[in-house]
Each structure stands twice: as structure tokens, then as C-alpha cells.
């Protein structure tokens, strides 16, 4: 009786490879038609994100004083949050405010990464 049930589940794993080779061509060949697909005009990105803006004396102290589009904002943020180590280790999408970030996050000592986007254009002229 072992003998049968060995050889159903190698009958079994030969159909499931051949099943899984099948629809892994297909897959690929998918994937070469959408990228021709997406070899036309390059986007272009919208002109009021690389507009300059200043920000005040609460955001300058972590990215610096120069007005600078608000994608180098955002940039030099999570450069500064991955420098010091400030996204925490369990929950990654918290952000654990230090001494300089915290009047830019109204004084709050965790904040969500997208309430943190919210936070910071309040600081930004």
C-alpha cells in the first residue's frame, strides 16, 4: 500500500511541473508584449511638485534653509529619518520623531510616514 501512495504523489508533483512550466511561458510572454507597450513618450512630471518652496524655521533645521522642490523635501526627509535611524523597527510605517522633528510633527512623537506628508506641507511657503 506505500508503494501506491509514493507513486500518486510523484504522478501528482510531474503534472504539477508541467502545469507550472505551461503557465510560466505564458506569464512571460505577457511581460515582453507590456513592455513594448510602455516604450513610448517618457512622463514628464507635473510642474507644481517642482515648483520651489521655502521652508520655514521648524522643516529648514532638517533639510536645510534653500528653497527646493517639495520631491527634494520629501528626499532629504527620509535621508535625514534613515540617517538617524528614526522609522521604527516594528512598525515601518511609523516614524519616531527627535528633537528637530518633532516641532515639524506638532510635537507628536510617532507619526504614520503618510501623516507625516500632511505634517510637513503646513511648514511650506
Same mark, same amino acid.
Given at each position: 500500500m506505500a508503494a501506491k501512495k509514493g507513486g500518486k504523489k510523484a504522478a501528482k508533483k510531474g503534472g504539477a511541473k508541467k502545469g507550472g512550466a505551461k503557465k510560466s511561458a505564458a506569464k512571460k510572454g505577457g511581460a515582453k508584449k507590456a513592455a513594448k507597450k510602455k516604450g513610448g513618450a517618457k512622463r514628464t512630471p507635473n510642474p507644481a511638485f517642482m515648483r520651489p518652496m521655502q521652508p520655514d524655521a521648524a522643516l529648514s533645521a532638517v533639510v536645510g534653509g534653500n528653497p527646493m522642490p517639495r520631491t527634494e523635501i520629501t528626499k532629504k526627509l527620509w @535621508?535625514? +529619518? *534613515?540617517? =538617524? @535611524?528614526?522609522?521604527? %523597527?516594528?512598525?515601518?510605517?511609523? +516614524? =519616531? %520623531?527627535?528633537?528637530?522633528? *518633532?516641532?515639524?510633527f506638532g510635537g507628536k512623537g510617532k507619526v504614520?510616514?503618510?501623516?507625516?506628508? *500632511?505634517?510637513? =506641507? *503646513?511648514h511650506i511657503k
Open positions: @535621508g535625514y +529619518i *534613515k540617517r =538617524n @535611524g528614526l522609522q521604527d %523597527a516594528k512598525e515601518r510605517r511609523m +516614524i =519616531n %520623531a527627535d528633537d528637530k522633528l *518633532k516641532p515639524v504614520s510616514m503618510f501623516e507625516m506628508t *500632511k505634517l510637513v =506641507n *503646513k
